[in-house]
Structures are given as structure tokens and as C-alpha cells.
């Protein structure tokens, strides 16, 4: 869908959205999986024209092509100034504790925890409540992405959107030291999950087939978003009570569950599996090929 500066920003739906170059996910979560900025390599899915797309950062000394193309974590009059601006904010306050949550030795900071064989990270310094909205910012912006993809910014797939879209802009007036301070309601809940590991597979997916939870990827971030207010079906409301034993609604300490390797793999191996399920049966040995064939070539970073 293509948008220009004369559309209202997708936020606020007030000011003119004459901000470019806007990301869905911060940069800095999508380093150890693309790459530092410039020297990215990357694959997106596609289920349009059902391919997957290699892209390289300006900066990379690829092998395989001279064809330096840009990859799609970006863009184009979807957000004005203050809304622009405002992410930022939340950006600042987090990004740093998130993009450096393995190497992180201040144990003010963060606490290596573990309870009934559950291993997580409770995070010390930074109030819970702006944690969530930190994610909120940017798991909004992963549905808007999909909207925008799918050309049905008009429709409203995902209710739960609305709701998240009504939660940041409540605070979208707020300087840093306020934000710092804000408390939230309990009507959605995020489900914070990852493993340990150099590199990660994915760097953003939402699959809007999902609903309560919804489920996304943000580097090395599973993401599992709970409507309190919508219906939970019997499994996942278990799910929900044992995770609340460790985790929690944003009154305590944030944690963060580490899964292990093989239980994250699994995790991965299945978004995987979905992509392919939207596909027609006869093409995707030929995809799965071509994606093979493309990933083995990282050879200098390690990925198999």
C-alpha cells in the first residue's frame, strides 16, 4: 500500500505522517540476527508472490551478487513527528537493556532467577509498566506492518489493535522521567520469552491467523500477547496461570523466561511450518530449496 505525506499518521490520526525511514522493530533487537546497520543480510517471506528475498546492507561484501537491496523493516509516511518521536522515546529508555540482556553483568540491573527448573531474567531497574509499553509500541506496529502489507488498513483483523493503539496514546504526551513512572491497566498481558544463542533465525514475524494469545518474533524475542478481555480457551488459560507463577501483569520486577535451545527450535521450526501452510502444496519443495540454499550461504556468521 503505498501512503505519502498528505495521509494522517496511523498512531494518532491527527497530524500528517511526513516521517520516513520509520522501523517496525528497533534496529539495535535486530543486530544478532541481521546484522549490524550496513552490513545486514536478511530473507524475507513472502506469501504474495511466494518466494523468499535476500537482502544485503549497503556496506556488505556479499558474494553471491553485486545488487545491493534494501530489506523491508522500514517504512514511509506511516507515523508524524510527535508519534515518530515518541517511540523514540520509549526506544531510549529500553533498547539498551533488551539489546544487551546475555551480556548485562550489573546484577542491579538484571538477576540471573530460576524457579521450579524455569530459568529467567528479572529485570531491576526499569519500572514494569514501560516495559510493556515498550512492546506494545512495537507489537502494534507489527500488525500495523501486516495491515499495510495486505492492504487492509481499512478492516480491522486484529481487535485487540485498537486496543493497544487507545493504551500508547494515552502516554504519547509524556516526557522520559514521566514515562518512567506510568502504570497501566490489566486488560493485556505480554508473555516475554527467549533461549541463549550467537544468532537468531527470524527477525520479525506476526502470523494474524493467531488470536489470544497473538503471537510474534522480535529478533531473539518470542512475544505472546494475552486479551484479558477476550476469551481464552482452556489450554491457554493454563498456560497463562503457570507462566503467571514466574512472571507477571507489570507490578513486579519484569521477567524475561529463557526456554531452552531445543524447546526455542521447535518454537521457530513451527513459524516456519506456518509460512508454508499458506502456500500451494505442489511449489514448496522448491521454496524450502531456495530458502535452504540461501541461508547456508552465512557462512561467515556462523548460521547453519
Not at 544478532?32 to 536478511?42: I, P
Not at 504519547?172 to 550467537?198: A, G, H, P
Amino acid at each position: 500500500m503505498k501512503r505519502t505525506k498528505d495521509d494522517n499518521c496511523l498512531l494518532c490520526e491527527k497530524e500528517k505522517a511526513i516521517r520516513t525511514n520509520s522501523h517496525i522493530v528497533p534496529a539495535t533487537l535486530l543486530d544478532n540476527v541481521h546484522g549490524k546497520r550496513h552490513m545486514e543480510h536478511s530473507f524475507v517471506f513472502s506469501t504474495s508472490d511466494n518466494t523468499v528475498n535476500e537482502y544485503y546492507g549497503c556496506q556488505n561484501p556479499q558474494k553471491y551478487t553485486t545488487k545491493i537491496k534494501k530489506p523491508i523493516f522500514t517504512y514511509d509516511h506511516i507515523f508524524c513527528d510527535k508519534c515518530e518521536n515518541y517511540f523514540g522515546k520509549l526506544e531510549n529508555l529500553c533498547n539498551t537493556i533488551f539489546a544487551n540482556i546475555d551480556k548485562e553483568k550489573n546484577t542491579d540491573k538484571i538477576k540471573d532467577k530460576q524457579h521450579n527448573h524455569i530459568l529467567f531474567k528479572e529485570i531491576l531497574n526499569l519500572n514494569p509498566a514501560l516495559i510493556q509499553l515498550y512492546f506494545y509500541s512495537i507489537i502494534w506496529r507489527l500488525i500495523i506492518q501486516d495491515y499495510i502489507e495486505n492492504n487492509s488498513i481499512a478492516e480491522q483483523i486484529i481487535p485487540t489493535e485498537e486496543k493497544l493503539r487507545y493504551t500508547l496514546n494515552q502516554f504519547r504526551e509524556l516526557k522520559e522521567k514521566q514515562l518512567k513512572k506510568i502504570s497501566l491497566e490489566k486488560n493485556l498481558c505480554i508473555k516475554i520469552v527467549t533461549t541463549k544463542q550467537d544468532i537468531y533465525p527470524i527477525g520479525q514475524f506476526f502470523n494474524s491467523s493467531t488470536n489470544n494469545p497473538y503471537f510474534f518474533i522480535i529478533g531473539q524475542f518470542l512475544l505472546y500477547l494475552f486479551d484479558l478481555d477476550s476469551y481464552l480457551d482452556e489450554k491457554n488459560r493454563h498456560y497463562l496461570t503457570e507462566i503467571e507463577k514466574i512472571s507477571n501483569y507489570g507490578e513486579r520486577n519484569y521477567k524475561v523466561i529463557y526456554f531452552p535451545k531445543d524447546k526455542y527450535d521447535m518454537i521457530i521450526s513451527k513459524v516456519i511450518d506456518l509460512y508454508f501452510t499458506k502456500m500451494k502444496p505442489e511449489i514448496i519443495p522448491e521454496i524450502q530449496n531456495d530458502l535452504k540454499d540461501k541461508i547456508n550461504r552465512i557462512d561467515t556468521r556462523g548460521l547453519k
